[in-house]
């Protein structure tokens, strides 16, 4: 009875290591499909993309790309996380070098089906609204004041958005020397970053 | 011939794990936010359901009576660890929005169920059968159920959106779960059931 | 505060049953009455918080310093099944009055999936605590696994309460039984999407 028990197990276990063995290397290449093609979707056609890098900034660790055509950087493509609804919520962010979004797209989420997770849906107002995003608008939800429409019923995934984005932009802009420095904002210090707003529309 | 059709047929309406058997319930309402959703979740326990089965049906005659469960238990544990290594690999997309739920296909009464009432005493290819007839009933349910919920709370059917904006957002939750799956119990107990 | 957070979130804005459809099938099963409603729940509540603890030092101190993380499904069913066994011995031999009263609905805790997912919710999702989130300690495993089988008795408790009445009301005959269940759940489930947001 043991025996038999035991044996099934050995069986068993051994099955598992095979296909784990096998499955490792597929596993492997099909997370670094997943997150090239989300740097790819995220920045302009025909740049060369570099090596991964990152740096710690604001408290904060960001994983970056930087994507050079004929040798001059001209944009960004930066791994930006944050907290939604439902967890972690983690997107890729493309920036050209004078701080302009040039898109975006999702890594992981595990927002609320049906609401939140209405984010990765490409194509919809929500995803188009953050392309060709200047400097010239505020990168927060309408909410609060800012320039981005919401998802329906989901402010807080949004809001979450919205703020990886620009810590994306921020991060950017301290990189190429654009801003004065990288200021991540949260819903409660609104103003710090309105502030920065205004001097930027001062220069 | 025609008997084992029937393996395959039965599973659809007479033995329905969803409607008829309320097996499963767990994967039924949780994973069905939309019809592709529920699709996946359905050929992902397919896949279990017939290799456990097959399994089970040639283990059963050599296994003592005392252990059969937990040797049943590791044997399904098994094959929902390759799945989920074989979606990880494959099926990254796939893998990540249903989640927690290809791990707890273990516990799912449905596969437990079939190898202690059909494959022990079947032979490999009529549990294999069995296991597909299952298995298809189970994802042509929750086919159902995630095509009514996408339709009624995203206003689309099979991710192509036939109406712009939403829908009533309740149905993609979890309540709508429940109601969708209540009435089309009841349209299924009126109609299609055979007493 | 983060303890509160826990436990608000488990028991109320996702409530095990109501909004994570974990352990669906006890819970239509023998919600009939209000007196086997409280023995499941009562069951439910031990061996959840049990084998929360035994496949969380399982998992931090055998499986991930091994790399054998794959293994955590069938490990943890495997733990799972003999520790419902042993709880069935034990509470027989120690105190059979209690046995009496829980003992009928241990077998069924197997394969209950509230078990299985909580314990590998616990090991695998990051928890979210306002502006920040990690993975959980010890002992916040812990209050996370008796809050939601607090949560998951609550709602089974009241669900049973509901139904007591229904059984003795005319209901059409296509509705009889688990459809109208259905739908009596799926009003409570509503009333539970009040909570969300709170935390």
Redesign the interface.
């Known amino acids: 009875?043991?025996l038999?028990?035991t044996l099934?197990?050995l069986f068993?276990?051994a099955?598992?290591g095979g296909?784990?063995a096998l499955?490792y290397e597929?596993?492997l290449?099909?997370?670094e499909n997943?997150l090239k093609a989300s740097i790819a979707e995220v920045l302009p056609e025909g740049v060369e993309i570099g090596e991964y890098e990152t740096i710690e900034t604001g408290g904060k660790n960001f994983e970056f790309y930087a994507a050079t055509k004929d040798g001059d950087e001209v944009a960004f493509a930066v791994k930006s996380t944050t907290?939604g609804f439902?967890?972690?919520l983690t997107i890729m962010v493309g920036v050209l070098s004078d701080g302009t979004v040039y898109n975006t797209s999702v890594v992981?989420c595990n927002e609320?089906?049906?609401?939140g997770a209405k984010c990765q849906e490409k194509d919809s107002h929500f995803r188009e609204q953050f392309k060709g995003f200047g400097s010239d608008k505020k990168l927060w939800v309408t909410k609060d004041g800012g320039d981005v429409d919401a998802i329906?019923?989901s402010t807080?995934t949004s809001r979450a958005y919205a703020l990886a984005v620009s810590n994306a932009v921020a991060l950017v802009n301290y990189l190429t020397g654009n801003a004065p420095s990288v200021d991540t904002y949260?819903g409660a210090s609104l103003k710090k970053d309105e502030s920065n707003v205004q001097e930027e529309e001062e220069k | 011939m025609g008997k084992k059709l029937s393996l395959i047929t039965d599973g659809f309406i007479k033995n329905n794990p969803t409607f008829v058997l309320v097996l499963g319930m767990c994967p039924t309402l949780a994973t069905t936010?939309?019809a592709i959703?529920g699709l996946e979740m359905g050929l992902a326990t397919l896949f279990v359901l017939v290799l456990s089965n097959m399994a089970i049906s040639l283990?059963a005659p050599?296994?003592?009576d005392?252990?059969h469960i937990?040797?049943y238990i590791?044997?399904i544990?098994?094959f929902v660890?390759?799945l989920q290594?074989?979606m990880?690999?494959?099926t990254?997309?796939a893998y990540?929005t249903l989640g927690l739920f290809i791990p707890l296909i273990v516990v799912n009464c449905i596969v437990l169920g079939r190898a202690e009432a059909f494959a022990n005493k079947h032979n490999v290819w009529e549990s294999a059968l069995d296991g597909i007839g299952v298995g298809l009933g189970f994802t042509l349910s929750l086919t159902v159920i995630g095509l009514v919920r996408e339709v009624l709370?995203?206003g689309a059917a099979f991710g192509w959106k036939f109406m712009p904006g939403?829908g009533v957002?309740a149905?993609?939750?979890a309540p709508g779960a429940f109601l969708v799956l209540g009435y089309l119990m009841v349209i299924f107990n009126k109609y299609l059931k055979k007493s | 505060m983060e303890y509160f957070a826990i436990i608000i979130s488990a028991i109320f804005v996702n409530n095990i049953l109501l909004a994570q459809f974990l352990g669906i099938c006890p819970f239509l099963g023998v919600s009939n009455k209000l007196s086997t409603a409280t023995g499941m729940s009562g069951a439910v509540c031990f061996v959840i918080t049990l084998a929360t603890l035994v496949t969380y030092l399982l998992n931090a101190y055998l499986l991930v310093p091994l790399k054998l993380e794959?293994?955590q499904t069938?490990a943890f069913i495997l733990v799972i099944a003999s520790l419902v066994q042993i709880v069935e011995i034990v509470l027989k031999k120690i105190s059979p009055s209690l046995y009496q009263a829980l003992g009928i609905f241990l077998p069924l805790i197997t394969t209950n999936c509230a078990v299985l997912g909580v314990a590998i919710t616990v090991v695998t999702?990051?928890?979210?605590f306002?502006?920040?989130?990690h993975m959980l300690d010890l002992p916040q495993a812990l209050v996370y696994a008796l809050a939601t089988s607090i949560g998951y008795g609550v709602a089974m408790i009241l669900f049973a309460g509901l139904r007591e009445h229904l059984a003795g009301n005319e209901v059409p005959k296509a509705f009889k039984g688990l459809p109208i269940a259905l739908i009596t759940v799926s009003i409570m489930a509503m009333a539970f999407l009040g909570f969300s947001?709170m935390v």
Do not use: H
């Open positions: 009875m043991v038999c028990l099934v197990c068993c276990a099955v598992l296909v784990y499955t597929p596993i290449r099909a997370n997943v907290i439902g967890g972690p992981t609320t089906p049906g609401l329906t019923a807080i949260t | 936010t939309s959703n283990l050599i296994v003592p005392k252990v937990p040797v590791v044997v544990a098994t660890t390759v290594l074989v990880q690999a494959f990254p997309g990540a709370g995203s939403d957002l149905f993609v939750m | 794959f293994l069938i999702k990051e928890f979210t306002g502006a920040e989130s947001g």
